[in-house]
């Protein structure tokens, strides 16, 4: 039967090269199988990652919730890929810090996604970070955070929770003391790695469920974009 053969140590090729060994051996005749470096680094490296959301913005408005649902509508967090984009975008992680801004307020948890389809009149959005040059250039995507939904065709949809939170735990009035402050969760993490596909004319957003009183927050999103 052909056996296998590998090279030990590092292989240096470069792309669409054809290595006359196969496999990285350790010393040992052990096959090395490496993660090389981070986990999207490749993706990034290529080109394709790209982030968007917004610095610390006061949330205290229905606009912000899923009480609107409609063009006027304003993400927390969110993106809007165009029906011409050509491409898909997959969600990596979603970041989410709060701060509560004063000692009388209200939580605006839980915090859900929200999707809409079909849309091709939306005229607002910023231009995404490219996550290897950290310019302001090169995505087909539009970051939707703290921009409103201005042209939005269909409503979005709630879909459910999601794993992120943060300020005021209750979403009932309170008022806190020196001595007695409200329990408080402040920046949380959702990796979607993959799960969230948004698709050309699709809109993904974070939006609370109530609406909060002296709540600020931060966000980002981060996306690859891969061709349809």
């Not at 949330?59 to 006027?72: K, V």
């Not at 050309?200 to 109530?210: D, F, I, Q, Y």
């Amino acid at each position: 039967m052909p056996s296998a053969q590998g090279q030990v140590g590092v292989q240096l090729n470069s792309d669409g090269a054809v290595p006359v060994q196969g496999f990285r051996q350790g010393k040992q005749g052990d096959m090395v199988v490496s993660e090389l470096h981070g986990r999207f680094y490749e993706q990034n490296y290529r080109g394709n990652v790209y982030s968007g959301g917004m610095p610390l913005t006061s949330i205290s408005a229905a606009t912000f919730t899923s009480g609107t649902l409609g063009a006027t509508c304003t993400p927390i967090a969110g993106i809007y890929n165009p029906p011409t984009s050509g491409v898909n975008a997959v969600v990596l992680k979603a970041i989410l810090s709060c701060a509560i801004t004063a000692l009388q307020n209200t939580g605006g948890a839980p915090f859900v996604w929200a999707v809409s389809i079909s849309n091709n009149a939306i005229s607002t959005g910023a231009q995404p970070f490219k996550r290897n040059t950290l310019a302001q250039t090169g995505s087909a995507v539009r970051n939707m955070a703290a921009v409103a939904l201005t042209g939005l065709t269909n409503n979005l949809v709630v879909t459910g929770a999601a794993a992120l939170g943060g300020g005021n735990v209750y979403n009932i009035a309170s008022l806190g003391t020196a001595s007695g402050f409200q329990t408080t969760h402040m920046a949380t993490l959702d990796i979607p790695d993959g799960l969230w596909i948004v698709p050309p004319g699709a809109v993904l957003a974070l939006l609370a469920t109530t609406t909060p009183v002296a709540l600020s927050a931060a966000s980002t999103l981060i996306w690859e974009e891969v061709p349809v």
